[in-house]
């Protein structure tokens, strides 16, 4: 028969299902837990939006830097009695827009990468102490010698333990002396990758200069089309007012002047439409500014005489130049450079490397055996070589990394290549653009006198009742599509100016320091 349980063995029975149903329950609210947590990680239906778990603190600290940001304007204050022109406008871009900012931090980023490349060329020293206690023992058997003078015999066996307290500090070297080329490819490396960030900081300046220019003459050539709009309106105005007069004095229908009604009323829709653009205009140089596109901002005109083709070289020179001085060009070849210097990075991985060491601190060591006092001392301790380390086998890794930097290195020229092509075609676009653009200046300036006087003829002869409504009505039309088409061919040329000046590489072109002496 089993004997009844004590009251020790129930309790520990009971202990060990109580704890068998904690593991499980702490298990199961785990597991729980676990795929709850897995399910919120992505939309539960793709069909409807969703909520995820902490967007109110995202949208609640956004909230909170909105209100920052609209309070204060980032960088530059504006004064809005003043009237800009293009070149402050530019300063005010390149001081205040982030990308240029974004493009700083790049560049430093890369400076601080080639003084970690260059790190490696110098030795790495390290401080270190420490103190321990051991416990431990050793074999003590007991001996007898016997029965001959060189025979010994173990009777037994038995330990003696051992207390050991250690403290021991050091200062340290370690120092890689040769390694065929290794760290000079990596340093070469980050001097490549510096030189890429420092050109693309020079190129987002372009890039900047140029939308500040192309919005510049939008938001001109926008407030010239709202004159245009208002002498429009004027004009169509005008031609009603003769119509009414004519119908006053029985020479015209009640048809014909509620058409010049009906036109004026379209002169005015177009008004406001063209008002709408100058708006949107303002806001948009405004915002490519890189400041508060709620910024009040006074742009002065752009001057009204002709403009005269003072390009001063051939399309071969700017060619040339392009080819040579282009930031994406030169970031392209730095690419190129970098992955030669990968290259032999990856080759210096098959020799061996030699490093120094050396080391010298204190120790101090003390033992107790069998309960007895602490006993021991205290020396220098010091000590150095050199190594070699030769790699032998790792699984193909150097082979497939020489394989993989050749690789690299093959599609950076290959990009290369296809980027000279590609400047090749800009500037010629840009260059046959802006001769386009001059040649029609010519002609839109005929167009534009021409139109003026078909007008003044066609309103004249139709207020003596010579002339059709239609014949003046059409002659105002006309005159505002030549005014238009004045003011799109004046912005044409000032933008495909700047197009061309960015294709070669001239838009914002810092000056070399060796060319100013030069030239000085």
Known sequence: MSQPLTKRQSAWWLGCFAGIHLFRSGFLALF???????????????SKPWYPRQLSEYEAELAREGLDHRGEAPGIEVDTNKVYDLPELIDIAQRSNPRTQVAWERARQAAAAVGLSQSTYFPYLAASAGAGYEHAFIEFPALQQGPGPKQVSVLAGGTLPLDVAAERAAVGVKWLLFDFGERKAAVTTAKENLMMANVSFNATHQQIVFLVTERFYEFNTARQKV????SSLQAAETIGRAAQARLDHGLTTKPEVLQAQEQAAQAAFDLEAARGALSDAQVALVESLGILPTTQLQVAEVSGKPITDNLGDSLDEMLDRALSQRPDLVAKLASVRAHRADIQKARAAYY??????????????DVSAQGSPFAGDNEPVYGGGIAIEVPIFEGFARRNKLSLAESELRAAENELTESRDAVIREVWK????????????????????????AYAASLAAYRQGLGTYVDVANARQSLAAARSVVVDTRSAIYTAAAALALSVGDLARPTSPFTSHHRQ
């Open 32 to 46: 729980v837990c676990l795929d709850a947590s897995g399910k919120d990680a992505v939309p539960p239906l793709p």
């Open 227 to 230: 004159g245009v709009a208002e």
């Open 352 to 365: 061996p490397k030699i490093v120094a060491g050396a080391h010298a601190g204190w120790a101090q060591l």
């Open 430 to 453: 840009a260059y046959t653009d802006f001769t386009t653009a001059l040649r029609k200046q010519e002609s839109a300036a005929r167009l534009l006198s021409a139109a003026e006087n």
